[in-house]
């Protein structure tokens, strides 16, 4: 059985592909779902040393996500590998205040249910497993990633917010350096806590994003049960890695800058 540094499961999504390209000359081994169906096949002939697990669902059957998540981490139990499993902020409520990550998880949609069950599910089989929970990532959100510019956006409002709804988010290519630098440091060894939140610092509203983006756009009617605002604390992973704070101008420029991103 060969033994690899990093292994990336789930590795056939916009993630996965952003990770190929920017981590060319790494030694790591990218695993889609052809080289491992992870729910009907056995595990490839390879022992690595860390496991990123980018494997998920984001639309349709939701209940895959616990099953994907424990099916990996048994994996890496099994080869004594570090595990860091990409959750997301949905697991979070939203509301006025930044979610730290010992913030009660209270997911409203059943995406969110399903990640934080996945969690569960990874660390009932390897307790000291890192749960990375996303922002949004810029240019692959519903927002950036759907413009047209045959189409007027219609954008939420929300009350006592100017430019609608208020996010957290993170470029693709800090997002690339970010994750790097953290496999990085569980292949040396380096203590990682079991829930990191993973954004840059600061919040932007989806209208300076769309501004920034140049796109047609103007508020829609007022709909019921629109978040109002989602930000991440990021002071932890802040102490592990430097980021830079987000800006709409910042973000965009990210996003055009990633040639077939997303």
Known sequence: ?????????????????????????????????????????????IRPRVVLDLAGVVRGDFGTNPLLAARVASWARDHGARLL??????????????????????????????KLMAETALHAALPDATCLRLSNLA???????????????LLDPVSGETGGPIRSYIGPSTLARVLGHLV????QGAPLPVCLNISQPGTVSMADLLTAAGADWRFGPRREGVLARMELSTERLASIVDLPQASAEGLWQEVCSMEGWP
């Open 139 to 153: 240019g692959a959100d519903a927002l950036l990633g759907g413009l047209s510019h045959n189409k007027q956006v």
């Open 184 to 187: 990085l440091l569980a292949q």
């Open 85 to 114: 499993y990409l959750s997301s902020a949905a697991v979070y409520p939203g509301g006025p205040e930044p979610m730290q990550e010992d913030t009660n998880p209270a997911p409203v949609s059943d995406y969110g249910k399903s």
């Open 1 to 45: 059985m060969a033994e690899i540094a990093i292994a990336v499961t789930g590795a056939g999504g916009r993630i996965g592909r952003l990770l190929a390209q920017e981590w060319k000359g790494k030694s790591v081994t990218f695993l889609t779902r052809k080289d491992w169906d992870i729910l009907s096949s056995q595990p490839p002939p």
